[in-house]
T-cell receptor, first 111, second 114 residues
């Protein structure tokens, strides 16, 4: 079963920041937080991952709380093409274990 | 584009028939995964390979399902005696055995069993 809890849906105005929360209160010390997204009719796409420090790449930023029990994915300037289901997953980084998806958050970016 | 490819993209079959799907991973990736996704749910893991060895199978993978990766390159997923409950999107992903474990997904094969 998924070890994360996410809101089922969120809306965001185009051009504004989208902040997607995730709770993972049972995360273990060696588990990372991964984010994937799935645009309609496509396979999931990796976005970012982190352990305890904040991470940023060209797609998004990941903020992990100090106790590591929750995190927030930030899309700084959402566009219509960011409309997708976003999945937060916890797993060991180098185990290459299968991904355990929950239901994710359906983000709708509105013009 | 040298991403993960899957064939066919869509398959409609009658209950009781056998179907086979193919996945071609990214060429330098030695890990290959199969997932199944039903409407409104996240993908669920079915099985994965490292090279030609099948390392893990989910309890979701009933006896009617079989997967192979004979030469450590492409993989096939066969479903025998299909049932209506098998209707789903079947996703394939690949990754390196080392590194951050980022998995690259194909576009999926949508199966409809009538």
């Amino acid at each position: 079963d998924a070890k994360t809890t996410q809101p089922p849906s969120m809306d965001c105005a185009e051009g504004r920041a989208a902040n997607l929360p995730c709770n993972h209160s049972t995360i273990s010390g060696n588990e990372y937080v991964y984010w994937y997204r799935q645009i309609h009719s496509q396979g999931p796409q990796y976005i970012i991952h982190g352990l305890k420090n904040n991470e940023t790449n060209e797609m998004a930023s990941l903020i992990i709380t100090e106790d590591r029990k929750s995190s927030t994915l930030i899309l700084p300037h959402a566009t219509l093409r960011d409309t997708a289901v976003y999945y937060c997953i916890v797993r060991v980084e180098f185990g290459n274990t299968p991904l355990v998806f929950g239901k994710g958050t359906r983000l709708s970016v509105i013009a | 584009d040298t991403g993960v490819s899957q064939d066919p993209r869509h398959k409609i079959t009658k209950r009781g028939q056998n179907v086979t799907f193919r996945c071609d991973p990214i060429s330098e990736h030695n890990r290959l995964y199969w997932y199944r996704q039903t409407l409104g749910q996240g993908p669920e893991f079915l099985t994965y390979f490292q090279n030609e060895a099948q390392l893990e199978k989910s309890r979701l993978l009933s006896d009617r399902f079989s997967a192979e990766r004979p030469k450590g390159s492409f993989s096939t997923l066969e479903i025998q005696r299909t049932e209506q409950g098998d209707s789903a999107m079947y996703l394939c992903a690949s990754s390196r055995a080392t590194g951050i474990g980022e998995q690259y997904f194909g576009p999926g094969t949508r199966l409809t069993v009538t």
